[in-house]
C-alpha cells in the first residue's frame, strides 16, 4: 500500500486491530481511547463520531482538535522506520499512533507512553 493509499484508509478499519492487539497483550480499549485522545485532543465523543463517520487517517488527523505538543518526545521505530526521522507530516502523525500502540502492547505503563 502506497502511503497516499493509506491516508485514504478508515482509523476505524484499524481502529478494531489496535484495540485486539492491545486485548491480546492484556491492556484495554479504554487505554486505546485514552492515547489516541492525548495525542490529538479529540474527547470520547468526538473520537467515537470519528470512527463511526468511518473518518480517513488524513480527515481524523486534520481534523483533530489540538495535536499533543509532546508528541515531538516519541522516538523509536516502528515497520522498520524512526518515527522521529519521518519527514512526512501526516504519515508521521501515523506512525505515532501505531507506536503509541505499540508501546501499550509491549506493556509501557501509561503515564511512561503519555510522556508524563
Known amino acids: 500500500m502506497t502511503k497516499h493509499r493509506i491516508y485514504s484508509v478508515s482509523v476505524a478499519s484499524v481502529y478494531s486491530h489496535y484495540v485486539a492487539k492491545a486485548e491480546k497483550k492484556g491492556r484495554t480499549k479504554a487505554e486505546v481511547d485514552e492515547i489516541t485522545r492525548w495525542l490529538t485532543g479529540y474527547s470520547q465523543e468526538m473520537l467515537e463520531d470519528q470512527l463511526a463517520k468511518n ?30 526521522d519521518i519527514q512526512e507530516p501526516l504519515m508521521q502523525e501515523i506512525r505515532f499512533l501505531d507506536k503509541l500502540i505499540d508501546e501499550l502492547a509491549k506493556g509501557r505503563t501509561m503515564e511512561k507512553i503519555l510522556r508524563n
Not at 516502528?78 to 522521529?84: A, K, Q, T
Request: aromatic share 10%; hydrophobic share 45%.
Open 55 to 84: 473518518a480517513s487517517f488524513e480527515t481524523f488527523f486534520v481534523q483533530a482538535p489540538r495535536m499533543n505538543p509532546s508528541r515531538s518526545l516519541i522516538t523509536g521505530v516502528i515497520c522498520g522506520i524512526r518515527v522521529e
